[in-house]
């Protein structure tokens, strides 16, 4: 709520100028590094830049029209350059605590994305190979910002755009006819495709002439040959079966598991286009469209014909386009393609269509094990499955110690152990690599999802079958800074959130939760909450219902589960 009284003194203050002078101000609203001077800080300088007169006269004249707002304030001062306010704490405090209460999951909810399509293509793990743990980050802050996004009122459609078409499936099929074993294969799909995968690559290395039986092999599979559509269709339906387990335990869903091979059909139209525009140059038998001295050019068609990720990708955002009608589309995908989205958007531009700006590459860093790239060609594959299933034991193990009467002790692990994953991720900038460790991120202290769930049982526990009237509190009790500090975190919720949606970045909920959670934390070490007193019992209840709303809300928009008891 001190956001929407800034957001105020801006507005109005702008239309005072314009009013006034016929200028167009921006003007900045900001927070004073020191509480002291006060809550809410104007800088002058711009306005006697742009209107030439001395600073003090500007200053008290900024300072008389924004008293005129009839803002929530209890003091206004000019110091120097600056008009500082100071807010009335205990009536904005009130109003802050009873919205936060009465809207419950709505508080915080954004107008910004309103009328608005967004369309996610994240998670799009490659069929035929394990889900790696590579594929996690792409999920789970896509299902994230999908979360974040509606919470700002758009409408999504979220895409799993599975890697079910390429050269990759030639190979599996050569290594299928040369080494594969059935009834093996059948016992256990995928480990036994990805063992034949890996297969490939090292026979490959001795023997070149693999790698051209597959290129023939995908070629044939695009000319429609049904015994390999079908051997095809089948890997394609068992690796859907094995992401299924994780989507089920992350709880996630898709509207649309479209993959590549849904846009075998609509490729032709688009390299026409591109062959029309005049775009389209032969260079050695292959196909490519040159993009301009700052990227290589694009391979749109290899010499034997066949179709390229790319090529897939471009047909793919023009039937998403006219599918979907996106003011914006996201592909949650890692650093290693920004080249690839690059070319992308470039390519979109010079077929003379104008939304190349609404395509957003959402880029990740790396997962590392041991500082080093995890990669299924190589068969040291981490299994996201294995991860899962680790943390959701060590949570176990945990909840055994600290809380051994407790019941449903294995949902309840389930969801600390998925809340430690998840958490270890977010609460990291999407941009940077990561290597994290599973006994750190599933402990109940340090900044982790298991800590902020904690936090949340506590409140919890602190106001189980309390009764209290949020309207007779003891307002005065807001002008001490630590309840106040509270207060304005939880009026920053939405803000928060907005800027999440958008920078893309989860982590701007995660690292708000952890403020929030630890500032809790750091008011309950010297505050008792469940007090005599029954008007500052009632405010202290209030409070605590409040930050439990927004840290049950919070965790949610990240995809983790918030709990009653742990
Ligand atoms: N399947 C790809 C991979 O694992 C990711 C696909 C991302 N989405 C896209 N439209 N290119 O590398």
């Given at each position: 709520m001190i956001d929407s009284i800034k957001l105020e003194i801006k507005n109005k203050l702008e239309t005072y100028y314009k009013e006034k002078y016929n200028v167009d101000l921006q003007i900045v609203v900001e927070e004073p590094k020191k509480a002291e001077l006060g809550d809410i800080s104007v800088p002058m300088f711009a306005v006697v830049k742009t209107l030439r007169k001395p600073m003090p006269e500007i200053v008290s004249e900024a300072l008389d029209a924004i008293k005129s707002f009839n803002l929530p304030?209890?003091?206004?001062?000019?110091?120097?350059?600056?008009?500082?306010?100071?807010?009335d704490k205990e009536k904005l405090s009130k109003a802050i605590l009873i919205e936060a209460i009465t809207k419950e999951s709505n508080y915080g909810t954004s107008e910004m994305g309103k009328d608005k399509n967004v369309t996610l293509d994240y998670s799009s793990p490659n069929i035929a190979k394990s889900f790696s743990i590579g594929h996690l980050r792409s999920t789970m802050i896509g299902n994230s910002l999908k979360l974040i996004l509606q919470k700002c009122e758009y409408s999504t459609y979220s895409i799993n755009y599975l890697g079910d078409w390429g050269t990759q499936f030639g190979k599996m099929i050569v290594a299928y006819k040369n080494w594969g074993d059935l009834d093996k294969i059948k016992a256990d799909p995928i480990n036994e495709l990805t063992a034949l995968y890996v297969r490939f690559h090292e026979e490959a290395e001795k023997n070149p002439a693999l790698e051209d039986e597959a290129r023939e092999a995908f070629r044939k599979m695009e000319l429609k040959d049904q015994e390999y559509l079908d051997l095809w269709k089948w890997i394609r339906e068992e690796s859907l079966k094995e992401s299924a387990q994780i989507y089920d335990l992350l709880d996630i869903s898709f509207d649309s598991y479209n993959g590549e091979a849904f846009y075998n059909d609509k490729m032709d139209a688009v390299v026409d286009e591109l062959e029309n525009k005049g775009l389209l140059v032969e260079d050695q038998g292959a196909k490519i469209v040159n993009l301009g001295d700052d990227m290589p050019p694009a391979l749109i068609k290899r010499s034997d014909g066949g179709s390229l990720y790319i090529t897939r990708d471009l047909a793919a955002v023009f039937y998403r386009k006219k599918e979907y009608k996106f003011d914006k589309i996201l592909y949650v995908v890692g650093n290693e393609q920004k080249l690839h989205?690059?070319?992308?958007?470039?390519?979109?531009?010079?077929?003379?269509?104008?939304?190349?700006?609404?395509?957003?590459?959402?880029?990740?860093?790396?997962?590392?094990?041991?500082?080093?790239?995890?990669?299924?060609?190589?068969?040291?594959?981490?299994?996201?499955?294995?991860?899962?299933?680790?943390?959701?034991?060590?949570?176990?193990?945990?909840?055994?110690?600290?809380?051994?009467?407790?019941?449903?002790?294995?949902?309840?692990?389930?969801?600390?152990?998925?809340?430690?994953?998840?958490?270890?991720?977010?609460?990291?900038?999407?941009?940077?690599?990561?290597?994290?460790?599973?006994?750190?991120?599933?402990?109940?202290?340090?900044q982790t999802g298991p800590y902020l769930q904690y936090t949340g049982v506590r409140i919890a526990s602190i106001l189980r079958d309390k009764e209290f009237d949020y309207n007779n509190i003891d307002e005065s009790l807001f002008t001490k800074p630590h309840y106040f500090e509270l207060v304005k975190l939880i009026s920053e919720f939405k803000s928060t959130i907005e800027r999440a949606a958008n920078e893309f970045a989860p982590s701007v909920v995660a690292k708000y939760l952890l403020n929030l959670a630890a500032s809790f934390n750091k008011f309950y070490s010297i505050e008792k909450i469940n007090v005599e007193d029954e008007v500052k019992r009632n405010t202290n209840f209030a409070l605590a219902k409040a930050i439990r709303i927004v840290l049950n809300e919070g965790l949610r928009l990240l995809g983790i589960k918030y709990l009653e008891e742990m």
């Amino acid at each position: 709520m001190i956001d929407s009284i800034k957001l105020e003194i801006k507005n109005k203050l702008e239309t005072y100028y314009k009013e006034k002078y016929n200028v167009d101000l921006q003007i900045v609203v900001e927070e004073p590094k020191k509480a002291e001077l006060g809550d809410i800080s104007v800088p002058m300088f711009a306005v006697v830049k742009t209107l030439r007169k001395p600073m003090p006269e500007i200053v008290s004249e900024a300072l008389d029209a924004i008293k005129s707002f009839n803002l929530p304030i209890s003091d206004i001062r000019s110091v120097g350059a600056f008009v500082n306010l100071f807010v009335d704490k205990e009536k904005l405090s009130k109003a802050i605590l009873i919205e936060a209460i009465t809207k419950e999951s709505n508080y915080g909810t954004s107008e910004m994305g309103k009328d608005k399509n967004v369309t996610l293509d994240y998670s799009s793990p490659n069929i035929a190979k394990s889900f790696s743990i590579g594929h996690l980050r792409s999920t789970m802050i896509g299902n994230s910002l999908k979360l974040i996004l509606q919470k700002c009122e758009y409408s999504t459609y979220s895409i799993n755009y599975l890697g079910d078409w390429g050269t990759q499936f030639g190979k599996m099929i050569v290594a299928y006819k040369n080494w594969g074993d059935l009834d093996k294969i059948k016992a256990d799909p995928i480990n036994e495709l990805t063992a034949l995968y890996v297969r490939f690559h090292e026979e490959a290395e001795k023997n070149p002439a693999l790698e051209d039986e597959a290129r023939e092999a995908f070629r044939k599979m695009e000319l429609k040959d049904q015994e390999y559509l079908d051997l095809w269709k089948w890997i394609r339906e068992e690796s859907l079966k094995e992401s299924a387990q994780i989507y089920d335990l992350l709880d996630i869903s898709f509207d649309s598991y479209n993959g590549e091979a849904f846009y075998n059909d609509k490729m032709d139209a688009v390299v026409d286009e591109l062959e029309n525009k005049g775009l389209l140059v032969e260079d050695q038998g292959a196909k490519i469209v040159n993009l301009g001295d700052d990227m290589p050019p694009a391979l749109i068609k290899r010499s034997d014909g066949g179709s390229l990720y790319i090529t897939r990708d471009l047909a793919a955002v023009f039937y998403r386009k006219k599918e979907y009608k996106f003011d914006k589309i996201l592909y949650v995908v890692g650093n290693e393609q920004k080249l690839h989205f690059q070319q992308l958007k470039r390519l979109i531009t010079k077929m003379g269509y104008d939304f190349a700006e609404e395509v957003n590459h959402v880029n990740f860093g790396l997962y590392l094990t041991n500082g080093k790239k995890a990669s299924t060609r190589k068969g040291n594959v981490v299994k996201l499955y294995d991860v899962l299933m680790t943390a959701i034991n060590l949570a176990k193990k945990q909840i055994e110690e600290k809380n051994p009467n407790i019941k449903n002790k294995d949902e309840i692990a389930k969801n600390v152990g998925i809340a430690a994953i998840v958490f270890a991720d977010l609460k990291n900038f999407r941009g940077l690599d990561i290597e994290f460790n599973i006994q750190d991120a599933v402990k109940f202290e340090g900044q982790t999802g298991p800590y902020l769930q904690y936090t949340g049982v506590r409140i919890a526990s602190i106001l189980r079958d309390k009764e209290f009237d949020y309207n007779n509190i003891d307002e005065s009790l807001f002008t001490k800074p630590h309840y106040f500090e509270l207060v304005k975190l939880i009026s920053e919720f939405k803000s928060t959130i907005e800027r999440a949606a958008n920078e893309f970045a989860p982590s701007v909920v995660a690292k708000y939760l952890l403020n929030l959670a630890a500032s809790f934390n750091k008011f309950y070490s010297i505050e008792k909450i469940n007090v005599e007193d029954e008007v500052k019992r009632n405010t202290n209840f209030a409070l605590a219902k409040a930050i439990r709303i927004v840290l049950n809300e919070g965790l949610r928009l990240l995809g983790i589960k918030y709990l009653e008891e742990m």
